[in-house]
Nanobody, 131 residues
């Protein structure tokens, strides 16, 4: 069973930091990965992505504040979030996006249905930022 499990969410005050982790299991090879966020009634937003070469891409709303990284050996994806703002409040999901560029990955994550068997995501972790 292929699975992605997010952790590290929580409640912080504006200006604070959090680090999200995503642990993968049930697969031997994974290509691009990323994080997207979604609030009820609102469109998904691809937040950050990293492709198989290590190239990264970020949404304009988080550039300079969020950093995505991965540990391939441990199959862990990270999202370091600093200078958090109330508008960052959302459920954050870790996603596998297949063999695409990091920029393409942001768009793929904003689709509400997987476009290939290589695209899947976890159950999400809540991040709440208070002013």
């Amino acid at each position: 069973l292929v699975d992605l499990v997010e952790s590290g969410g929580g409640s912080v005050q504006a200006g604070g930091s959090l680090r999200l982790s995503c642990t993968g299991s049930g697969y031997s090879t994974i290509y691009g990965m990323g994080w997207f966020r979604e609030n009820p009634g609102k469109a998904r937003e691809g937040v950050a992505a990293i492709d198989s070469s290590g190239s990264t891409s970020y949404a304009d709303s988080v550039k300079g504040r969020f950093t995505i990284s991965k540990d391939n050996d441990k199959k862990i994806l990270y999202l370091e979030m600093t200078d958090l703002k109330p508008e960052d409040t959302s459920i954050y999901y870790c996603a596998s996006v297949g063999e695409v560029t990091a920029m393409q990955a942001l768009g793929i994550m904003e689709l509400d249905r997987p476009v290939s068997p290589l695209v899947f995501w976890g159950q999400g972790t809540q991040v709440t930022v208070s002013s």
